[in-house]
């Protein structure tokens, strides 16, 4: 609801508005009323509504946003009434004030009636700013007010939880998480007060702009994700983890005394009483960034639509573990030795040639993929079958400092169509897996090949996998098989190469003899997926 100085501003604004002399201040300030106040936005449109009608019947000015401020509308009836043969002009009575002053009375009329009124809806029917989505182990403060899923939340709420997490989600989308001991307090759409907690917020393009106070800061989002620690003493951590960020430092007057804006994967520390930042190592795993964890996440996604000429292959997904484009001239990642000029091939629907996907991943980004439980997915063909690669490999990953193997590989014969999976095993041992169904590869048509792990329970040999090929334009897989009592996937370690196309045994030049697409990897497995697992093998 708008306070009445808030009220006469509002008035002010839409005055100038319609006369055209806004500067590009008063103009964000109107556009900031209107989209924050369902009041200011009703009371906008009947104003211009009402301008608009008032223009037409020819009574007021329309100003520059209409026609020019020239124009005087004459008399009712004197319209090419007055003959040509009388030299007399009829004077135009000068009305535009006593119709100003007529039309500034009705708008205060109508804008008192309008927030009266509105004052009494908005204090039957609230709006809110956020509403509860779940919560997991969430013990409250004593004599605190318990919250649920679904609940809304209004300006003034607090959410005080001793332990625990809860996930809820602004009005305009962005996502708020808090975990532990936190007190949360909502002041208005998209802004909050932490006194102290663990926050994480997710803000999506058109809920930039988020803001979290703290006693001693101020946050505001200005791309994608961050988290926020405030300690009981109020000592406050930033944690940029993709996008950027504001951060202001506020006097106990909560003016702004200092003011940085923080890079992608950048974090600061703030003392309480302190009036430097001071740098510190980004740390994602200090935020709980999903609540349901058991929910597929996409971790990569790679089209795999680069041009010919392209240096890398992007993922598309929010981790970005873009892969280098190793060329025919290039050096082997393992070896330092060029290359081998091979048969020409593709990993991805670009031009033919001698291209190998790779990437090193880093402590932090092979953490990233669950190995318990996951799913990959691709298109792939063979645009001649007498032509193929030293192997058919298509997914691959391996560490040659510590191991002499794979620690996994997900292939298939082009000749005979046998999808198969090979991986370390918690033994350290290297042991594989193949369909027992041949169906061969038609020449020049794109398979959608799906394979799901799942570790299942505790137990060594339990996991379950099911791999899955089925044509293009086709409904129905033309071969799937659902295995049972694999052994567990041991996590793929840090400082190995991934591969995509290609084969890591001995040198990145060993790739599938064919083109690949659209290569996702989910933690999880999606519902799509699932019924897969039921099935029987054949």
């Given at each position: 609801?708008?306070t009445?100085?808030?009220?006469?501003?509002?008035?002010?604004?839409?005055?100038?508005?319609?006369?055209?002399?806004?500067?590009?201040?008063?103009?964000?300030?109107?556009?900031?009323?209107?989209?924050?106040s369902?009041?200011?936005?009703?009371?906008?449109?009947?104003?211009?509504?009402?301008?608009?009608?008032?223009?037409?019947?020819?009574?007021?000015?329309?100003?520059?946003?209409?026609?020019?401020?020239?124009?005087?509308?004459?008399?009712?009836?004197?319209?090419?009434?007055?003959?040509?043969?009388?030299?007399?002009?009829?004077?135009?009575?000068?009305?535009?004030?006593?119709?100003?002053?007529?039309?500034?009375?009705?708008?205060?009329?109508?804008?008192?009636?309008?927030?009266?009124?509105?004052?009494?809806l908005?204090?039957?029917?609230?709006?809110?700013?956020?509403?509860?989505?779940?919560t997991?182990?969430?013990?409250?403060?004593?004599?605190?007010?318990?919250?649920?899923?679904?609940?809304?939340?209004?300006?003034?709420?607090?959410?005080?939880?001793?332990?625990?997490?809860?996930?809820?989600?602004?009005?305009?989308?962005a996502?708020?998480?808090?975990?532990?001991?936190?007190?949360?307090?909502?002041?208005?759409?998209?802004?909050?007060?932490?006194?102290?907690?663990?926050?994480?917020?997710?803000?999506?393009?058109?809920?930039?702009?988020?803001?979290?106070?703290?006693?001693?800061?101020?946050?505001?989002?200005?791309?994608?994700?961050?988290?926020?620690?405030?300690?009981?003493?109020?000592?406050?951590?930033?944690?940029?983890?993709?996008?950027?960020?504001?951060?202001?430092?506020?006097?106990?007057?909560?003016?702004?005394?200092?003011?940085?804006?923080?890079?992608?994967?950048?974090?600061?520390?703030?003392?309480?009483?302190?009036?430097?930042?001071?740098?510190?190592?980004?740390?994602?795993?200090?935020?709980?960034?999903?609540?349901?964890?058991?929910?597929?996440?996409?971790?990569?996604?790679?089209?795999?639509?680069?041009?010919?000429?392209?240096?890398?292959?992007?993922?598309?997904?929010?981790?970005?573990?873009?892969?280098?484009?190793?060329?025919?001239?290039?050096?082997?990642?393992?070896?330092?030795?060029?290359?081998?000029?091979?048969?020409?091939?593709?990993?991805?629907?670009?031009?033919?040639?001698?291209?190998k996907?790779?990437?090193?991943?880093?402590?932090?980004?092979?953490?990233?993929?669950?190995?318990?439980?996951f799913?990959?997915?691709?298109?792939?063909?063979?645009?001649?079958?007498?032509?193929?690669?030293?192997?058919?490999t298509?997914?691959?990953?391996?560490?040659?400092?510590?191991h002499?193997t794979?620690?996994?590989?997900?292939?298939?014969?082009?000749?005979?169509?046998?999808?198969?999976?090979?991986?370390?095993?918690?033994?350290?041992?290297?042991?594989?897996?193949?369909?027992?169904?041949?169906?061969?590869?038609?020449?020049?048509?794109?398979?959608?090949?799906?394979?799901?792990?799942?570790?299942?329970?505790?137990?060594?040999?339990?996991?379950?996998?099911?791999?899955?090929?089925?044509?293009?334009?086709?409904?129905?897989?033309?071969?799937?098989?659902?295995?049972?009592?694999?052994?567990?996937?041991?996590?793929?370690?840090?400082?190995?190469?991934?591969?995509?196309?290609?084969?890591?045994?001995?040198?990145?030049?060993?790739?599938?003899?064919?083109?690949?697409?659209?290569?996702?990897?989910?933690?999880?497995?999606?519902?799509?997926?699932?019924?897969h697992?039921?099935?029987?093998?054949?």
């Open positions: 609801m708008l009445p100085e808030e009220q006469e501003e509002l008035m002010e604004l839409c005055w100038e508005y319609q006369y055209g002399n806004l500067s590009s201040r008063e103009a964000g300030r109107l556009e900031k009323l209107v989209l924050q369902d009041s200011a936005r009703d009371f906008f449109t009947q104003y211009s509504g009402m301008c608009a009608n008032l223009e037409w019947e020819g009574i007021v000015d329309p100003g520059p946003l209409g026609r020019s401020l020239n124009y005087e509308p004459l008399p009712s009836g004197e319209l090419k009434t007055i003959p040509e043969h009388l030299g007399t002009t009829p004077a135009v009575p000068d009305r535009r004030k006593a119709i100003s002053g007529i039309l500034t009375f009705s708008i205060c009329i109508l804008a008192v009636a309008y927030f009266l009124t509105s004052s009494l908005q204090k039957e029917n609230p709006r809110y700013l956020a509403r509860i989505i779940n997991k182990n969430a013990t409250w403060s004593e004599e605190k007010q318990n919250w649920f899923p679904d609940d809304l939340l209004h300006a003034g709420d607090q959410i005080h939880i001793s332990s625990g997490m809860i996930e809820l989600e602004t009005i305009t989308g996502k708020v998480i808090l975990k532990g001991t936190s007190h949360l307090k909502l002041i208005q759409p998209d802004q909050f007060l932490l006194d102290q907690g663990n926050l994480f917020a997710h803000v999506p393009p058109h809920s930039q702009g988020l803001t979290v106070d703290t006693p001693t800061s101020r946050v505001v989002d200005l791309g994608t994700s961050f988290g926020l620690i405030v300690s009981p003493t109020h000592e406050t951590e930033v944690h940029v983890l993709k996008g950027l960020v504001r951060f202001d430092l506020l006097n106990a007057d909560r003016e702004t005394t200092i003011t940085r804006d923080l890079q992608e994967n950048t974090a600061v520390r703030v003392q309480p009483d302190s009036r430097e930042m001071t740098r510190i190592k980004s740390t994602p795993e200090l935020f709980v960034q999903n609540l349901t964890p058991d929910q597929p996440q996409l971790i990569a996604h790679w089209k795999l639509t680069e041009r010919k000429a392209s240096q890398i292959a992007h993922d598309s997904g929010e981790h970005l573990l873009h892969l280098n484009i190793l060329k025919s001239q290039g050096q082997s990642p393992f070896t330092g030795c060029q290359a081998p000029q091979n048969i020409k091939s593709a990993a991805g629907p670009f031009e033919t040639q001698y291209h996907l790779f990437r090193t991943l880093s402590e932090q980004e092979a953490s990233l993929f669950d190995m318990q439980r799913t990959i997915e691709l298109w792939a063909r063979n645009p001649n079958i007498r032509q193929q690669g030293d192997s058919d298509l997914f691959h990953y391996r560490n040659t400092t510590l002499s794979s620690q996994f590989n997900l292939f298939t014969d082009d000749h005979s169509g046998v999808l198969g999976f090979g991986f370390l095993n918690s033994d350290n041992q290297y042991v594989s897996f193949h369909t027992k169904k041949h169906i061969p590869w038609e020449q020049n048509r794109w398979y959608h090949i799906v394979f799901t792990y799942d570790s299942n329970t505790a137990a060594p040999h339990d996991s379950i996998v099911t791999l899955t090929r089925t044509p293009e334009f086709s409904s129905r897989p033309d071969l799937q098989q659902t295995l049972t009592k694999i052994p567990d996937i041991t996590p793929l370690s840090p400082g190995g190469i991934l591969a995509i196309g290609g084969s890591t045994l001995t040198d990145i030049s060993r790739h599938w003899g064919g083109d690949i697409s659209d290569v996702r990897f989910i933690n999880g497995i999606p519902t799509r997926y699932l019924t697992q039921s099935s029987t093998a054949k």
